[in-house]
């Protein structure tokens, strides 16, 4: 049972653009919603993270939005550029009974274009 | 560099073997996270072992086992293998993971192709 949707599962945006990934949860027990960026050949990257009582966190041009009632959040990139082009995955992260596990979703590959 | 070192980087080895994948965390990290990573299933977390006890199981196959040893390395043993084991298999660590988030931080994954 997949329990973070994530989409698009690619996206194609204009340099200087708005780049915009959406993901759903169905596991209430989440308590931790973190965004990873991936580059070829590389390990993900914690890129923002946010905890379900707050609505929005902006670090930079990234901003994550947390609808908990909908139980989605999403990643909104501005001004995309193209080194911002790589693998974004979103995660749940449960810290439950001792242990840390994070549920990632299948990830949106983002080609940034001049 | 996210200070967690995985090896080896890349590893071809035929069906029905055997191999150790090794990980080693960031100093201070007593956490230890295994994810394969699959073009079809994405991320999927296999398990998570915390200062040398196991703490999570996720989507781990009884062919596959992991430890962590009094040095916090770990090691993910995968055996009878099969083609599709063929996959990036990662490996984290952060500081804690008793219900205190801290930021996980990924190798740079080993690839294992299976023939």
């Known amino acids: 049972q997949q329990q973070v949707k994530q989409s698009p599962q690619s996206l194609i945006v204009q340099k200087g653009g708005i780049s915009i990934i959406n993901c759903a949860y169905e596991n209430t027990a989440f308590d931790y919603f973190p965004w990873y960026q991936q580059f070829p050949g590389k390990g993900p990257a914690l890129l923002i993270a946010?905890?379900?009582?707050?609505s929005e966190k902006k670090e930079g041009r990234f901003t994550i939005s947390f609808n908990k009632s909908a139980k989605q959040f999403s990643l909104h990139i501005m001004d995309s550029q193209p080194g911002d082009s790589a693998t974004y995955f979103c995660?749940?992260?449960?810290?439950?009974?001792?242990?840390?596990?994070?549920?990632f979703g299948k990830g949106t590959k983002l080609s940034v274009i001049p | 560099d996210s200070g967690v070192t995985q090896t080896p980087k890349h590893l071809i080895t035929a069906t029905g073997q055997r191999v150790t994948l090794r990980c080693s965390p960031r100093?201070?990290?007593?956490?230890v996270y295994w994810y394969q990573q699959s073009l079809d299933q994405g991320l999927q977390f296999l398990i998570q072992y915390y200062n040398g006890e196991e703490r999570a199981k996720g989507n781990i196959l009884e062919r596959f086992s992991a430890q962590q040893f009094p040095d916090l390395h770990s090691e993910l043993n995968l055996s009878s293998l099969e083609l599709g084991d063929s996959a990036l298999y990662f490996c984290?660590?952060?500081?804690?993971?008793?219900?205190?988030?801290?930021?996980?931080?990924f190798g740079q994954g080993t690839r294992l192709t299976v023939v």
């Open positions: 946010i905890r379900p009582d707050v």
């Open positions: 100093s201070g990290d007593l956490s």
């Open positions: 995660a749940g992260g449960y810290s439950g009974a001792g242990s840390y596990q994070l549920t």
């Open positions: 984290a660590s952060s500081v804690s993971g008793q219900g205190v988030f801290s930021e996980a931080f």
